[in-house]
C-alpha cells in the first residue's frame, strides 16, 4: 500500500467520524459569495467551508485531494457556475453522495461573465438557488432557512436600492481588473476601463486612460482588493490620482461579509460621486 493511498484511508476514516459526530449538515462552499450566502440562509442549521482562500484566484482555483476528501464528506456542495469553477463539473461524477447546488441557475449571463453577484437582482436568485437547494437536502429545517432567507434577501434589495440612488453624472475609472459587467448594466453607470477582461492593457490602452484622467480632472480611480497591480499603481502615479478600493467579493475571507462588502463600495462610490 502506498503512502498516499494510507493516507487517503486515514483522512476519510476521521472524517468519517467526525461527520458522524455533527448534528448539523455539513456544506462546502467554492468561493466566498456563496459561502457567505449559504450561512446567512443556513444560519445554525450548518456547518459550511470555503475551499477558495482568501486571495486566491478562482478562475485559477483547482481543488487539491484534500479539497476532494472534503467534499466527499460533505452533505451539499455548492459552487457559483461552471464559467468560475469549470473543475466542478469534472469531479461532480464522482460526488456520489453530495448535493450540489449551482448557484448560477436560472440566471442570464454576459458573455459567460461568472460574477454575477455584482447585480444585487441577479445575487438574490442565488440566494433563491441556495435556499431551494437546502430545502430539498434538509426538509427537517425548511422554516429556518425561509425565515433567515427572507431577511438576507430583504437587506439585499436594501442594498440594491442604494446602488440605484446614487448620482450618474461622473463615469468611473476602473483601473484594475474589471469584474463590474453585471454591476454597471444593473445600475446605469457611465465608465471607463483599463482591463478588458482578463486581458492587461497595453501602452495604448494607458495612454488613453490616462488622456481621459488628465482631460476630466478625474481624482480617484477604482481597483479591487486583489487587484493593485503595477499597471493601477503607473496610473496613479502618471496621474496623482488615488487609489480606491472596489471590492468585488470573490476572493473574500471566512471574516467578511459580504453585505458589508457591498455597503463599503457604496461608500466607495459616494466619495467620488459627491466630490
Request: proline residues 3%.
Amino acid at each position: 500500500m502506498t503512502k498516499l493511498r494510507r493516507f487517503i484511508i486515514i483522512i476519510s476514516f476521521l472524517l468519517i467520524l467526525t461527520s458522524t459526530a455533527h448534528a448539523k449538515i455539513l456544506i462546502t462552499c467554492s468561493s466566498f459569495p456563496v459561502f457567505d450566502f449559504a450561512r446567512e440562509i443556513a444560519g445554525d442549521c450548518a456547518d459550511i467551508k470555503l475551499l477558495l482562500r482568501p486571495g486566491m484566484e478562482p478562475h485559477e482555483f483547482e481543488p487539491s485531494t484534500w479539497d476532494i476528501l472534503i467534499l466527499n464528506e460533505s452533505d451539499i456542495f455548492i459552487y457559483t457556475g461552471p464559467e468560475l469553477e469549470h473543475w466542478a463539473g469534472k469531479i461532480s461524477h464522482s460526488l456520489e453522495k453530495t448535493f450540489i447546488i449551482n448557484a448560477s441557475q436560472n440566471i442570464e449571463l454576459i458573455n459567460n461573465d461568472p460574477h454575477i453577484w455584482m447585480d444585487m437582482q441577479r445575487a438574490s436568485q442565488m440566494g433563491k438557488n441556495i435556499l431551494a437547494g437546502l430545502i430539498k437536502n434538509d426538509p427537517e429545517n425548511t422554516e429556518i432557512y425561509n425565515e433567515n432567507a427572507q431577511k438576507f434577501l430583504s437587506k439585499l434589495s436594501e442594498i440594491d436600492s442604494e446602488f440605484m440612488s446614487l448620482p450618474r453624472d461622473k463615469t468611473l475609472v476602473f483601473a484594475g481588473e474589471f469584474a463590474c459587467n453585471y454591476f454597471i448594466e444593473r445600475y446605469k453607470f457611465k465608465y471607463i476601463s483599463a482591463y478588458d477582461g482578463e486581458n492587461e492593457p497595453g501602452i495604448k490602452r494607458i495612454a488613453e486612460i490616462i488622456k481621459f484622467i488628465r482631460e476630466n480632472g478625474t481624482k480617484y480611480i477604482l481597483a479591487d482588493l486583489f487587484g493593485t497591480s503595477q499597471i493601477t499603481r503607473s496610473i496613479s502615479g502618471e496621474t496623482g490620482t488615488k487609489i480606491l478600493i472596489f471590492n468585488t467579493a470573490h476572493s473574500s475571507s471566512e471574516d467578511d461579509s459580504f453585505l458589508e462588502i457591498m455597503r463599503n463600495n457604496i461608500n466607495t462610490l459616494k466619495i467620488i460621486l459627491d466630490d
